[in-house]
């Protein structure tokens, strides 16, 4: 009789036991690659220089267009996994007490995947602006914006987003984790793909014209990217992240009209 009382609170200790090594082993995971995608980065992105140095300007080849779309990709890893972490955390929590059978890891790997699949879609897209841009001249070596009109409409379009509704509607997804699960839960790890590529759209329909800005300040610019990121992680984890959206949309939309002072 003692036995059986004591079974249900030792499983729920052993529950909880799993769940916070679960917590571990994902912030570990993401941390590490975080930093592995910003070393990336910093080396230069595979492109053979430092992201600081760029000045001559590289034809572009399937070789070299499969590169650009790598430091895309890469670098929305480095800038958006920090923000998608709470979001990832809950889905292991959620997993590991639903019990929904299999590794809880493994579905917490896929669920981040699918994720990151999303922004690999965006990145694709980044890549084919990227050429067309750069096609037209109206990017430097060092991949950044050398036309004036062309920077004051990446802010002010920018701007003009961050105060619509869309952005907005997509930014409560963002900072609501806990009711982003209850309402699109899938069992399984295609459930878990499904999810992650479900909340991977909803932040790139959150960030996507924000991200354009690093036309503007220069794609490789390390101080422009860590600045967007920090813009990105801010709007979704500080209380006041929906207003903090809002008046970056009115700096930057100043900002643009601002270029075409003389």
Not at 109 to 121: D, E, K, P, Q, R
Not at 144 to 173: D, E, F
Request: glycine share 14%; proline share 5%; charged share 10%.
């Amino acid at each position: 009789m003692s036995t059986e009382a004591r079974a249900p609170g030792g499983q729920g200790e052993l529950i909880e036991r799993l769940v916070r090594r679960d917590r571990w082993v994902v912030v570990g995971g993401l941390l590490l690659v975080t930093l592995m995608a910003w070393w990336y980065l910093v080396l230069g992105a595979g492109m053979g220089r430092g992201v600081m140095e760029m000045s001559m300007p590289m034809p572009w080849s399937p070789g070299y267009a499969a590169l650009v779309f790598l430091m895309w990709w890469i670098m929305m890893v480095a800038m958006m996994l920090p923000s998608a972490a709470p979001m990832i955390l809950l889905f292991a929590l959620v997993n590991r007490r639903r019990g929904t059978g299999g590794a809880p890891g493994v579905s917490t790997t896929i669920f981040a995947a699918g994720y990151l699949i999303a922004w690999g879609v965006f990145s694709l897209m980044a890549t084919g602006a990227h050429w067309l841009l750069d096609q037209a001249g109206l990017l430097s070596a060092a991949m950044t914006s050398q036309n004036i009109l062309l920077g004051s409409l990446l802010l002010i379009m920018a701007g003009v987003y961050q105060l619509t509704p869309w952005k907005h509607a997509c930014l409560r997804h963002c900072r609501g984790p806990l009711d982003f699960v209850m309402r699109y839960w899938r069992p399984g790890r295609r459930g878990a793909l499904e999810m992650g590529l479900r909340h991977g759209a909803v932040c790139v329909g959150c960030c996507w014209v924000v991200m354009g800005l690093l036309f503007y300040g220069g794609v490789m610019n390390l101080y422009w990217i860590v600045g967007i990121a920090l813009l990105v992680l801010l709007e979704k984890v500080l209380p006041a992240g929906g207003y903090l959206g809002s008046v970056s949309g009115i700096v930057f939309v100043a900002w643009g009209l601002s270029l075409l002072v003389p």
